[in-house]
């Protein structure tokens, strides 16, 4: 799996206002415990993770992505904001999410 193909996966699954997929791996080659799967930082913004709390937000990406989780994604560092705090620029920290 490459960025272009985890975004098109996950517009598959979102109705996205926003994406931003960025490809690790090369960062990580050396762990032996990657598989070769890969390691994906990811933004995504959707009115779907309105009244969700954080956690709430990445179990339904990771639910959209359980086929991928373990095999050909190895690592994945989420941002899930809706859009008003997107439109806001609130960083992902304030929002309860991950830094990049």
């Not at 699954?13 to 926003?18: N, T």
């Not at 994406?19 to 890969?38: F, K, L, P, Y």
């Not at 956690?55 to 639910?63: D, F, G, K």
Request: no cysteine; proline share 4%.
């Amino acid at each position: 799996m490459n960025a272009s193909a985890l975004a098109a996966r996950l517009r598959e699954h979102f109705d996205l206002v926003h994406i931003e997929v960025e490809d690790q791996s090369d960062r990580h080659r050396h762990h032996r415990e990657a598989g070769g799967g890969g390691h994906y930082q990811v933004v995504l913004v959707t009115a779907d993770f309105e009244n969700k709390s954080p956690m709430e937000r990445h179990r339904l990406v990771y639910q959209a992505l359980a086929s991928e989780m373990g095999t050909t994604i190895h690592a994945l560092a989420l941002t899930t904001l809706t859009p008003n705090q997107w439109r806001a620029g609130r960083s992902p920290s304030e929002i309860g999410g991950t830094t990049p």
